[in-house]
């Protein structure tokens, strides 16, 4: 068991894991609203706490992973208005195919994924502790945290008190904002409004849960108070995380997490991009145009913490790396333990990912390894490699890509490809994307590449 680092954003320092009970690590990252379907920034985090899970359990920790799902919010509100159904139809749908969306990563699902409206009765129960000890207040059936009363509040995202800003609309007299005995304060719980159409039941009145009350009541209920991780966007910080760091203090007068993980953001690059892609590129095209393994290889291709260009030509980089490794996984001896004088790349990739979970050095040492077994030509076992991959969450690649070698294992999708060229050359762009499809549907992606299409096996597969 390798000693863990991780940048802590409380500190500021890089500090050693060392977890509440040995052996065992709660990690708990912030997951999407679901008022639409997921874009690729949403499953950044997803991806690195997912893999961070696969590489603590690799080091020997038992882990478990809370990814909630916000269910209950004003965007939802908003979108559902918008298009004129239930939010709650709306949020149950959105719900269904962010899980489908992420599904397709091929990373397998976190431990647990707690919705919002399903811990309503623990935020409650929370919400009247806060008021009991003098930390919240109800007014016209609202409860505003009172943030004076927290000494240490600002530490986390280190601001100061003037420079904050809780984004609920202080500005307008008639909003629910009026209400707060000081404009620093964040809601609690907001009285049910006209045109809402979730409400519960709670002794300020009816209404709903705010935002930042949600997450500490879904991570203390799974994984209780002072767990180890606690992870998400660097969007997040503030005010979201400083107001669910501020509540356990205030309610439970101790910290909620050991640590505060923080991702940079997806950053699109050049106009052009963001012309095309609007401000968000959904998941699942991005998925259905480069296969869930290069959007793996891309997510992971930057420090974690650092913000990440996305643009065509770094999704096709991450291809290329794909590719370089299936061309590598081909010329193995499949099943086979590796050579150990190339031990120490293995070594390399994974104290790279235990210091401040380092991907692009990891991946570093993981193709110095690929280009040594290049150089040796045959002879050389796969299973280090195989290691390396199962961490990454790109344990299924194949070697497998040869329409030569698919032709043996399914004769019929060869037979399809054929059919789809046949199209294309006829200029018969429909006929060409309805034998992709069927392709897509038997596992297969097609993959233009300079000696011709081929064949790869899709994540599922
Ligand atoms: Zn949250």
Redesign the pocket.
């Known amino acids: 068991m390798r000693e863990v680092h991780i940048h802590d954003t409380l500190t500021g320092e890089v500090l050693p894991l060392r977890p509440r009970d040995p052996g065992r690590v709660g990690v708990y990252a912030?997951g999407p609203t679901v008022y639409s379907r997921i874009h690729v920034g949403n499953a950044r985090p997803f991806v690195v706490f997912s893999l961070l899970k696969r590489f603590l359990e690799h080091e020997g920790y038992d882990v478990d992973l809370v990814i909630?799902v916000t269910d209950v919010n004003d965007k939802i509100y908003d979108a559902a208005r918008a298009q004129g159904r239930p939010s709650a139809e709306l949020a149950a749908e959105m719900t269904d195919l962010y899980r489908a969306d992420t599904d397709l990563l091929g990373l397998g699902r976190p431990d647990h994924e707690p919705l919002a409206s399903e811990t309503i009765a623990e935020i409650i129960d929370y919400i009247q502790t806060l008021v009991d000890r003098g930390h919240a207040y109800a007014a016209g059936g609202d409860v505003y945290f009172r943030v004076r009363s927290d000494p240490d509040y600002g530490t986390l995202s280190h601001r100061q008190l003037e420079n904050m800003d809780q984004g609920e609309d202080d500005s307008d007299p008639g909003a629910p904002a009026a209400r707060k005995e000081d404009p620093l304060d964040f809601a609690l719980w907001k009285a049910h409004k006209p045109g809402e159409d979730t409400v519960w039941e709670a002794p300020w009145g009816p209404g709903r849960p705010g935002w930042h009350i949600e997450?500490s009541a879904m991570a203390e209920s799974l994984l209780g108070v002072g767990f180890d991780i606690h992870g998400?966007g660097s969007d997040?910080v503030f005010p979201?995380h400083e107001n669910?760091a501020a509540q356990t203090r205030a309610a439970r007068g101790t910290e909620l997490a050991r640590l505060w993980m923080h991702n940079g953001m997806i950053q699109l690059t050049g106009e052009k991009m963001a012309k095309s892609l609007g401000n968000i590129a959904p998941l699942h095209d991005v998925l259905a145009e480069h296969g869930p393994q290069a959007i793996v290889m891309y997510l992971i291709s930057g420090h974690y913490r650092q913000p990440l260009a996305f643009s065509e030509s770094e999704l096709q980089d991450a291809e290329r790396r794909i590719q370089r490794i299936r061309d590598a996984l081909r010329r193995l001896e499949q099943g086979r333990p590796s050579p150990p004088d190339m031990a120490h790349h293995t070594r390399a990739f994974f104290d790279a990912l235990a210091n401040d979970f380092n991907t692009p050095a990891a991946l570093a040492a993981m193709f110095e390894w690929v280009r040594e077994a290049n150089r040796r030509g045959g002879g050389v076992g796969d299973a280090d490699l195989r290691e390396m991959l199962d961490v990454l969450g790109l344990g299924a690649l194949s070697p497998l890509a040869l329409v030569g070698e698919v032709s043996s294992v399914d004769p019929e999708a060869t037979s399809l490809l054929a059919q789809r060229e046949q199209a294309r050359g006829e200029r018969d762009f429909d006929a060409a994307d309805r034998m992709r499809e069927e392709l897509r549907r038997r596992g297969w992606e097609i993959r233009d590449g300079p000696e011709g299409p081929e064949l790869i096996p899709s994540a599922a597969n």
């Open positions: 912030c909630n997450c998400g997040l979201h669910e």
